[in-house]
């Protein structure tokens, strides 16, 4: 019986959920050079809202124009763009789910040519795999006073969302983005008040949370995306994330959405390059298609606000298990989406009982620029081509995002070089 999937969801500030079965953030890459939505993230998030899912969740919107993800993110750092970004909004509201913000602040994880010193807790620069493609340059700790001017620019971004019409924020606190760079001992490093101790490294996220609450009222939604754990020796470990949950209990959070790992280790993709530490894999979890399942539980078990889960859901038996058993409260779906934008609704009315899973068919660098062509298409208006080789898509990939690293720079007058501001 698909009823537990079809279950509302109703949140602490009060909104409702009307199914359990969530679109999560995935980068799109399709803003204009002055980082602004366009139409072509319209007709996709269009697409998307006749998918079934109870909640959207925008991709990456980042808070600095400094610290981007990829060349072509939105960036809210004024009201400039806030009528494009207001049809968004609409597009992806039109089929009447919640339609969220995904706001984030790379940290570290810039390219090089956007900026050659980005602000990271602490001096501390990415261990990524060779041959992937990023260009990392060495980071720089941040003063006080970046640290502050930052949480600010989450709560202004914050307050722009809900002005243009989105119906809740998220907090891009994983995957070793900036809050994950402080919430992690092997990216912090501090001595003072933002580092050393889990109260001191969960500082930066829990004042962030209440900057955003501040900025946007008590009935809007908020939630975080937070790692179950690194999956990294020596760094933030599921014992911690329990840990830091309980505290996150004293929040005003509406949402808590979990994932796990990051660039160095690229758990949320299957995919294992480094030492696990403690939280390495579990033969329960091993046997379960949901990566991160098992995690939860326990996080499930201390949290006062809803959970959600990414990575790996593709059957409805096992969505329903989850839930059944209270393992988490909501269901993130991403790569699924991609192949099949109508799939929760196909899957929500019993058409099909398992959402596709044509990730197997790479190898590890081709997932997600094949993921990211097929978004190029549906920008274009054009149904995903499932056709489509994974070298081919890499290749592609690799050269539309040079192309648009190389407008962006001519754009802004850099030549190929990079300022970063004080």
Request: hydrophobic letters at 40%.
């Amino acid at each position: 019986m698909l009823e537990p999937l079809t279950r509302p969801l109703s949140l602490p500030c009060g909104a409702t959920i009307e199914n359990r079965i969530a679109k999560t953030a995935m980068s799109e890459g399709m803003a204009d050079l002055d980082h602004h939505s366009t139409p072509r993230l319209e007709a996709l998030y269009q697409r998307w809202a006749q998918s079934g899912a109870g909640l959207l969740f925008s991709g990456n919107i980042q808070v600095d124009r400094d610290h981007l993800e990829r060349p072509l993110n939105i960036v809210i750092e004024d009201d400039g763009g806030s009528e494009q970004l207001a049809r968004l909004a609409a597009a992806g509201k039109s089929g009447g789910a919640h339609f969220w913000a995904q706001l984030s602040h790379p940290g570290r994880q810039v390219d090089a040519a956007i900026n050659p010193a980005p602000l990271a807790p602490s001096a501390v620069e990415v261990d990524v795999i060779r041959g992937a493609g990023f260009n990392f340059a060495p980071p720089r700790a941040m003063d006080e006073a970046e640290i502050g001017r930052t949480i600010e620019q989450f709560a202004y971004a914050a307050a722009q969302v809900r002005d243009a019409g989105f119906t809740g924020v998220t907090l891009h606190a994983a995957h070793g983005y900036l809050i994950s760079q402080f919430l992690s001992p092997l990216s912090n490093r501090r001595e003072d008040r933002w580092g050393g101790s889990l109260e001191n490294r969960s500082r930066f996220l829990i004042e962030a949370i209440r900057a955003v609450r501040e900025a946007v009222g008590s009935d809007f939604p908020i939630g975080i995306k937070l790692n179950s754990s690194d999956f990294q020796k020596g760094g933030f470990t599921s014992a911690e994330c329990v840990a830091l949950v309980k505290v996150l209990n004293g929040t005003s959070l509406d949402l808590l959405e979990v994932s796990g790992g990051s660039l160095e280790q690229p758990k949320v993709m299957g995919i294992t390059l480094k030492e696990e530490g403690e939280d390495g894999p579990r033969q329960s979890t091993i046997a379960r298609e949901a990566y991160f399942v098992n995690f939860t539980k326990e996080i499930r078990d201390v949290a006062t606000m809803p959970v959600m889960v990414d990575g790996g859901f593709r059957s409805a038996a096992a969505m329903i298990e989850s839930l059944e058993k209270e393992e988490l409260d909501l269901i993130g779906i991403g790569r699924p989406m991609i192949a099949d934008p109508q799939g929760p609704k196909r899957l929500l009315s019993g058409e099909i009982d398992r959402l596709p899973s044509y990730e197997t068919r790479f190898q590890i660098f081709h997932f997600l620029p094949w993921n990211n062509m097929q978004l190029e298409r549906m920008g274009d208006g054009l149904a995903p081509d499932l056709s489509l080789d994974g070298e081919a898509a890499f290749n592609a990939f690799v050269e539309l995002e040079a192309n648009n690293l190389a407008a962006l720079l001519m754009h802004r007058g850099m030549a190929g070089s990079a300022g970063s501001r004080k």
